[in-house]
Nanobody
Framework: VQLQASGGGLAQPGGSLRLSCAVS????????IGWFRQAPGKEREGVSC????????YYADSVKGRFTISRDNAKNTVYLQMNSLKPEDTAVYYC????????????????WGQGTQVTVSS
């Protein structure tokens, strides 16, 4: 299993970025892709996740209404559209995969991609 996260960068407060997570080598029909982030000195936290089979989604309260997760099954890619960015969104963002039902708990995800840095600053 390989997950390749990309799309991070520098954005101004109020700006937007779109992260991508390309998945390969995973053959189960039912799996979930999650986005997580880790700021310096803080624990990794769940941001959002999506069920590949039915498209159901979950958002952490801190990003609800600002971030949108979506999938393109043909491209085996999951996106995280981040709008109205705030300085507190600054973190390394990771995507990860699990089988089964929708859940965002970090310990349930067995395979992780490398992180992509998101910095929100004026």
């Amino acid at each position: 299993v390989q997950l390749q996260a990309s799309g991070g960068g520098l954005a101004q407060p109020g700006g937007s970025l779109r992260l991508s997570c390309a998945v390969s080598g995973f053959t189960l029909d039912y799996y979930v892709i999650g986005w997580f982030r880790q700021a310096p000195g803080k624990e990794r936290e769940g941001v959002s996740c999506i069920s590949i089979s039915d498209g159901s989604t979950y958002y952490a309260d801190s990003v609800k209404g600002r971030f949108t997760i979506s999938r393109d099954n043909a491209k085996n890619t999951v996106y995280l559209q981040m709008n109205s960015l705030k300085p507190e969104d600054t973190a390394v963002y990771y995507c990860a995969i699990k089988s089964g039902t929708l859940a965002i708990m970090t310990g349930l995800y067995g395979h992780w991609g490398q992180g992509t840095q998101v910095t929100v600053s004026s």
